[in-house]
Structure formats: C-alpha cells, structure tokens
C-alpha cells in the first residue's frame, strides 16, 4: 500500500519587484514615490505660548534697534534685516525668558554719569555723592544754611572731602548748628572743639562761628528767617550760570562782593567775597555745575519750583493786601 506523505506547505517565497526592461534591454529600477519633505514647523509655535505683552516689548526693542535718523545708516541696516530673514520668511525675534519683567533704565543705569570736571573715578565717594545730592541744590532751612556756611568758612583750611569725612563730628561738637546754642559758647567750650587733641579749626574760624551765630539770631530777628536775608539777594530766584568747563567757575562775583559787603557791614566774621561765592554754589542761589554734568538739568528743575513757589507766594500776599 503506498505511503502518502504529507506535504508541508512551502514559504511563500518573497518576490523582487519585476524588473522593467527599457528600450535598449537595460534593466531599470522601478519609480519610487517621491518623498515630500516635511515642513519645518514654525518659529512662531514658541513663541505663541509666551505673554503677549512680553512678545509687544521685543518687537519694539527689535524695532527702536533699526530705526536711525540718518538715511546711510537705515539703508545699510535695511540691507542687514533683509540677510537676516530666514527662508520660512520669519524674521527671527528676541525672546524674554518667561518670568522676567522689563525695567526701565535710567540714564545713570546705563552708564557713568558725566559729571562736573572737579569730579572724577578716583574722587572721595562722600564728594561724589555730595556732588550728586546736595551741592547747588536750593536749601531754605536756616541751620542747614548755617552749616553750610561754616563748612564754606573752613575751605580756607581743608578741603571737601575732609570736611564731608568729619561731618557728623562738626554736627556734635557745634549742637547741630543751632544758633541760639552755639551762640552761648564759652571759652571753655570752645577749649573742647578738638579732634583727638587736634583743633576742629583754627582758633579765629571758631571764634567766627560763635560771633556768625549771634549775628544771625539778630539776622532772625529783622527779617523772619536767614533764608529770606540770603535769599533776597537774588530776588528769591537761583542764578543759573551756564558754564562747559571748569575753568570758567568763577572764585567770587560781583553779587558775592555785595552779599559779603552787607554781612561783615552786620558783624560777620571771615566771610569775605570767595567764601561767600562758595556758599552761594553749596546752598544752590547760584547753579554752578557745568551744562555737561547730569545735575545742572536736575537742580534747574528744583529752581523752576522755587520759582513757582515764589510766584504763588506772592499772588497770596496781593491777594491778601486786596481783601
């Protein structure tokens, strides 16, 4: 009986692709579907997903970045932007991380400021900031004043640093320059005005001190304040001097002759015309700092309300005298 053998079922053999014969015989690959690249996704993607408000701060830093008055410049810079088109035809845009705030910069943030031509990097930083704070601005308070005028009588024998440097000494030793005290000093007191056993002063600028304060009590007296004797000089107004440089700062002026005439006319003691000038920058009748310099605008605006104050003081009075 014969044997019938089972057969298994053969692999299905995997076929190549049938070759397509061209003209002449030779053999050919079959065409392919053309792969079409994928577009590359959009820049803007990202940055839909940051704040709107940050995206506006960008754009127009990035603009203000192109923008240029002159015509040779914006049409290089023109030339520039076009080469720095991508081919997706986006330009590309500066990018905030999330989480920071912009802030505005101030013109002392972006850089040194200019500054009066006395001032330089290696100048004492008390100096700097009194520069920058204090020196020409408009003062009205009668201690203040008279603090400034002492410091002004001790130019003669140092200089502002070392004045600035022993500041809150000066302010000790002389009652925070309170007339009605200073002026009761006594020789013994005036044995106490030291500095590890170094005298503050000479003897004659401490000996003026104590007879400057009893004369600007009666100073007081005659017309309300020291501040409306100093101030009527300038008619209430600050001389605002127009100077580059610092070579054309006078010393003394015509106005600094009277006002010292008229002080040691009083009684007033070392108060001759050069540091009657000095006080007149310190306590900002005049303004002194040089056009260049980032406080002459500054202390120009605190004039402007001086003035203003003035103005309206006076239409109270008017209005007064009327009614």
């Known amino acids: 009986m014969p044997v019938v053998t089972k057969l298994k079922p053969c692999a299905r053999p995997v076929t190549e ?3 397509v014969l061209g003209p002449a015989g030779n053999r050919q690959e079959p065409k392919r579907k053309k792969e079409v690249p994928k577009k590359p996704q959009c820049q803007t993607d990202k940055v839909s997903e940051i704040p709107e408000s940050i995206v506006q701060i960008n754009a127009s830093v ?6 240029d008055s002159s015509p040779t410049n914006s049409t290089a810079k023109s030339v ?3 080469k720095t088109v991508k081919r997706n035809g986006f330009k590309p845009v500066k990018v905030v991380p999330y989480g920071v705030h912009a802030v505005a910069l101030s013109p002392k943030d972006l850089g040194p400021a200019k500054r009066c031509d006395w001032i330089t990097p290696n100048s004492d930083p008390l100096y700097t900031a009194f520069h920058d704070e204090e020196w020409g601005v408009p ?3 009668d201690r203040k004043l008279f603090e400034l005028l002492v410091f002004s009588q001790a130019l003669a024998e140092h200089r502002w640093p070392a004045i600035l440097n022993q500041r809150d000494i000066f302010r000790k030793l002389f009652e925070n320059f309170d007339p009605s005290s200073i002026f009761q000093f006594t020789e013994k007191n ?3 005005l030291k500095v590890n056993d170094t005298p ?9 001190i104590v007879e400057n304060a009893k004369q600007l009590l ?3 007296k005659e017309f309300g304040s020291f501040s409306n ?3 009527r000089f300038v008619n209430q107004k600050p001389i605002r001097n127009q100077f580059r440089y610092g070579r054309q700062v006078p010393v003394k002026t015509p106005k600094a002759e009277a006002i010292s005439k008229d002080m040691m006319r009083r009684g007033f003691q070392c108060v001759g015309p050069t540091v009657v000038y000095s006080f007149m920058q310190v306590a900002g009748l005049v303004n002194d700092h040089l056009v260049t310099c980032f406080r002459y605008q500054e202390c120009t605006v605190a004039t402007t309300k001086v003035e203003e104050k003035v103005v309206e003081n006076n239409e109270t009075s008017v209005q007064a005298q009327i009614h």
């Open 80 to 82: 520039e932007s076009r």
């Open 17 to 19: 692709p049938r070759a």
């Open 200 to 208: 503050l002063l000479s003897d004659p600028k401490l000996r003026a």
């Open 139 to 141: 003062v009205k308070d």
């Open 218 to 220: 009666k100073v007081q």
């Open 62 to 67: 990035d603009s203000s970045y192109f923008s």
């Open 190 to 192: 005036l044995q106490m």
């Open 229 to 231: 004797y100093c101030w």
